[in-house]
Structure formats: C-alpha cells, structure tokens
C-alpha cells in the first residue's frame, strides 16, 4: 500500500484508499516519503444500496483468516475481558467499491460508538460491541460532522451526483431528525459535485445549534433542530476549505494566491465573522486541532516534502497568535488533516498539550509554550497520547507484527509512568492490532475500551472498523 508525507499541501480528491495515518513501522523509521501535496486518506463518496453484507452485530474475531478456524473469544476475567486483550471487532457491513469507500464519521454517546461507512450508519456498545441500532443512507456518504452535539450528528450524502442531501440523526436510537437538500435553497449548480469541487470537498462542522456546511464558492448554517436555513454566503473559488465547531465556529479558507484566511463565524451572520485573520499563503497550510483552545497545525513554507511544523494556540477572542511551539525532530505524528478528527498522534486538554515522539511523549504548557515533561516509552516506537482522565494520560505503542500493542498511564503533572498494561500477544491480535495502527484516524479511550477506528476510505470488506482493547480504569 502506498504512503504519504506526513504534512505539505491540504489533500487533493479524490485519492487512492486509505493507507497509513499512525503506522508503528512508518514512525519507527520516521520518515515521510516526500511525494508533494496528494495526501488525502479518505475518498469521498458512498456506495450503492444492494451491496449490504449479510453479517451480525460483531464481526469475526479475526480480520484476517488465519491460524484456527472459528471465533476466537477474548481472555475472561470476573469482571470481562482481561486487560489488553481484544473485546470485539467490527468488519465492514458493506462492500465497498473504488469510487464509493468513505467511512467517515464516528461519535460516541456515554456507551455506544456510532460509526458511519459507505452507506450506512451503525451503532455499536462501547463495552461488548452488540449492534445496537442502524440505518441505511439514502445515497453514498460524501461528507459527516467532526463533532455531535446534544447526541445530535450530520452527515450529507449524494443526491442526482451533487452532495447536498443533508441528515440530522440522534445517536442514542439512530432516528433521522430531519433531511433537507442544500440545493433546493441555494441553486448551487454543480459546484457540489465530484467534478467540480476539485481539492475542495465540502465539510461539515456543528456550533451553538447550528450546522455549518463550506465548500469552494460558499458556506451555509441550518438549525440543528430542523434542518431550516439560517444563512448562506458565496465566494469566488477557493482552493480548499476547512472548519471545525465545538467552542467555536473555525472556517479555513485558501481562496487566491496571497492569504489564507482564518475566521471565528457567527452562525446567524456569515458575512459579520467575530473576528478574522490572515496569513501568507507561503507561510504554511493550516489543520485545526482544537477550538478549545484553539490550537492550530502549522506546516511552514511552500508546502512539499517538509515534515517540518509547529503547534500555534490562538486568542480566542481576537485570532491573533499567543503562542507558538516549534518543531521538534524527534515528533512522530500521522496526519493532521484528517475531515473527521484532530491531529493523529497529538492531544489538547486545557493548557496541555501533548505530542506523540519516537519512544517518547512530550507534554507542553500552551500558555508559555514550553516543554513540561518527557515521558519515555519503547524506544523502537512511537508512543501516542489518547486521553486525559482523573490527572493521567493514556499513552498508546501501537503493535508490530512480531510486538504487542501497550497502554501505558502517565501522571499529568510530571509524566511519571503509573500503569503499564501489554496487549495481547496472541499472532491474530498482533497482526489485526497492527493493521488498525495504520488507519486514517487516531485511537480513543472510551468506557474501558481502546478504540481503534477507521475515518476514512475502506479499501475492501475484509478490512476492520473497529477494533475494541479491553482498557480496565485500574489504578495498580
């Protein structure tokens, strides 16, 4: 399967399938292949209804068909699955095709993971994996929120070739809120459709009650609630676009040859932003990270094989540059432009900020921007940040073919290692453990499960979603 660098140029779309984003042995070497600006992992796009695969709520406990036939049951203790070891997998519930392989798009409620693919959108339980609710999408799946709120999520799917159908759905039951056509209110043409959005597909980002849509000549708001539109704004052309909601509302835009423009939005009042910034085109491409703060990706100079780039925290009330983390050599980050997610590999918590290393992880203080701690991992891997909880960092190595996976606790106020749990050792596990590791997305510790799920294009049905590690709260 083919790479690509870790930073340069926004993606171009459509790509091949989706290949690495946080792969052990990519990182291990640490480098990037240095081919230029095609870099999007995941392929917009849906697939057509009558290919759904008559399988269960759970997936075959291995991905790959080796060693033993039959299901292979995880480690049993009183209270379930040993730690470390695989609690259930999910495989895909659709066959997907080259042109229509998205997977984007997955939430979490206080126990399901709700994870969309081609064209449908399934719920799973967190903790045993039971298929809880699902629905079929109308159309191939061309765009999904980064984020829900109020268990509310959106995603748009193709409709007559344009991606304009959009669908509010709750995530506690799977029931459609409400669907309407962008179309029908804007008149857009074909700038949404595959042949004319270029690099520029569109994105969706939720704020305040409110669904934002961008894409190269426009943007719109609807209600949450209804679907009913609030505001629409058109531009002229831009290259690419980028937005993420949660604390606010962050539109990206490459429009021109000069700027790059970076906007916190009013949802009721596009043409009035709260506040507006630019930066030279030649100073970097931008990912955003987090809204709160808000903490971009930077990638400095004209793009191309450079891995080179820096963590910036902005002002949320004016935009303006706080401060700025530079470059470290020894970071090991898979992508930072991912459609659904942050950063692979780097976290934000407050005024924390912490990054994947090669057999480290380093915590930063985003106030004054220096280095708080190291904390020191298997030095032939890259050790991942996954979550903040109760004072400690979850940290991840991701397995090898021939190494167990590992999940290690870390405090947060001096990086001391607290607990150390290895993965499963068996053959099958190692081997689907490593797969998973080089998804398009980034692992998420949820209800004493590690999750490793995958945000982007399926490349064919025997690939896995979800991959769940059991990941007791266990303090000793």
Known sequence: MSQSPHYGYPPQT??????????????SSGGGSGRGPLRRKTVLGGLALVLLLAVGAWAAWAF????????????QTAKGPAAGSVAWMAKPRTTPEKKFNSALGTWFTDHLVVKAEPDM?????????????????TGPLCAASRESEGNVAVVATMFGGHCIDLKA???????????????ADSGLGDTLSPEKWGKSEPRIALHEGHVYMTWNTGEQTRRLSDGKRVDEQKHDACEWVDAAGGAQLISITYCGEKEIQIRSLDPGKLGKPRWST????????????????????????????DDRFDFVMLDQATGKEKTRIAYNRNWRLGDCFLTTSGCTGALVDQDSLYVAGQGLTYAYDLTSGKERWTYKGDANRSTAPVAVHDGRLAVYTPATSDRPGRLAYVATSSGKALRTVDHSNDARDRKNEAVMGRI????????????LIKDGGLADENEGVILAISAPEGKN
């Open 121 to 137: 959108v399934t719920a799973y339980d967190v903790k045993s994996g039971e298929k809880k609710w699902s629905f079929i999408l």
């Open 64 to 75: 790959t068909g080796d060693d033993s036939p039959g299901a292979k049951k995880p480690a």
């Open 440 to 451: 398009a997305g980034f692992p998420r510790l949820v209800d004493e499960r590690l999750l």
């Open 278 to 305: 630019a930066m030279p085109r030649n100073d970097g491409f931008l990912s955003i990270v987090s809204t709160r703060p808000l903490v971009l990706a930077q990638a400095p100079g004209k793009g191309g094989p």
């Open 14 to 27: 459509p790509p091949p399938p989706v290949t690495s984003s946080f792969t052990a042995s990519r990182l």
């Open 169 to 183: 759905f709750d995530l506690r039951d799977g029931h459609r809120t409400w669907d309407e056509l962008v179309l």
